[in-house]
């Protein structure tokens, strides 16, 4: 077996980051594992590469994996192969623990798709150097993948109330009409129901209680809203107080019921804001999408209808012919 080589050096737990150990040599397991404990690491420790392989595969697995070489079951290397074709979302930083000190061999490692290396036997100081180059490495990919997930979030949602903006609820209606065309060319057949709908009267709350309170009662009525329409339905903001229900799939009857449902259900609500609790009505067009549809007939259409149910006092809903 390979000796490890130890120094007094202490060191203090700094975090509880979770290392995947995979060595099949009981010693050297044990050894690892309470060193990386006394780092403060939390420690998944298993005996061949079979077992490091299953455990990778999981959503929760550990972003940082020491792994031995020479394994039964699965050697390091095919394991490292294996999570490197795999199709894993955030894939794992890799250090590859060798007795082999041929400068071929660790190239060998490394093109393979070892992130890093650590010939044994190993000084603790030099473990502890690279596991935090790792760490770090973690800690940088982790803060890029929210960065990256922030601004999707912030170029496909409105700012104020969180759901689709104009852009993004756009492209997901041209979606909507590709599909009902693929449907259709497929003699499936299938439809697409459009509300299109702003608040009655939305200037005379800015007016009377302020733009502040004015956010509030769209924050609000987003909220309300997103609990009454479908799964499966589409909520955006198109700007300002006007706003856009996609609803795949529905029947004559059916899209009726859901729109006026809507409108009714949201004369009877009270919005709560800092000035108080305010009553609201909308006015609601809606347009049907079919095979032959298009993104601005559908919005002409449902827009047109909207106007009809202002014209006719509002809190209803107006139907394009």
């Given at each position: ?38 780092w403060g690491y939390d420690i998944i420790a298993v005996k061949d590469g079979q077992a490091a392989w299953d ?83 973690i800690e940088l990919q982790s803060s890029l993948y929210e960065t990256q997930y922030n601004l999707e979030q ?73 609990k009454q329409i479908r799964i499966y339905d589409t909520f955006g903001r198109l700007g300002g107080d006007e ?79």
């Open positions: 077996m390979n000796s490890v080589v130890l120094n007094s050096s202490p060191r203090t737990p700094e975090n509880n980051m979770r290392v995947l150990v995979a060595e099949d040599d009981l010693t050297a397991r044990a050894i690892l594992t309470g060193i990386l404990k006394k455990l990778l595969q999981q959503t929760d697995s550990p972003k940082l994996v020491i792994l031995d070489w020479m394994m039964p079951e699965m050697d390091g290397l095919e394991v490292i192969q294996r999570v490197r074709k795999s199709t894993l979302t955030h894939p794992p930083y890799i250090i590859l623990l060798t007795s082999k000190d041929e400068k071929s061999d660790i190239l060998m490692g490394l093109e393979t798709g070892a992130n890093d290396y650590i010939k044994k036997p190993f000084d603790t100081e030099e473990l502890f150097a690279r596991v935090r180059v790792g760490q770090r490495t912030l170029a496909g949602h409105d700012s104020l109330t969180g759901i689709f903006n104009r852009r993004a609820i756009l492209e997901q209606l041209a979606k909507e009409l590709s599909r009902i065309q693929r449907k259709n060319i497929r003699g499936q057949g299938d439809g697409l129901s459009v509300g299109f709908f702003d608040i009655d009267h939305f200037k005379q709350i800015n007016d009377q209680y302020g733009h502040q309170a004015g956010d509030e009662v769209l924050c609000a009525l987003v909220d309300f809203l997103s706003f856009l229900i996609l609803a795949p799939g529905m029947d004559t009857a059916n899209y009726k019921n859901l729109f006026e449902r809507l409108v009714s259900s949201i004369s009877t609500a009270r919005i709560k804001t800092n000035s108080g609790e305010l009553a609201l009505t909308v006015s609601m067009g809606v347009a049907i999408g079919g095979a032959e549809s298009s993104v601005d007939q559908l919005l002409n259409d449902a827009d047109a209808a909207m106007y009809q149910a202002k014209r006719q006092g509002g809190n209803r809903v107006g139907y394009a012919e």
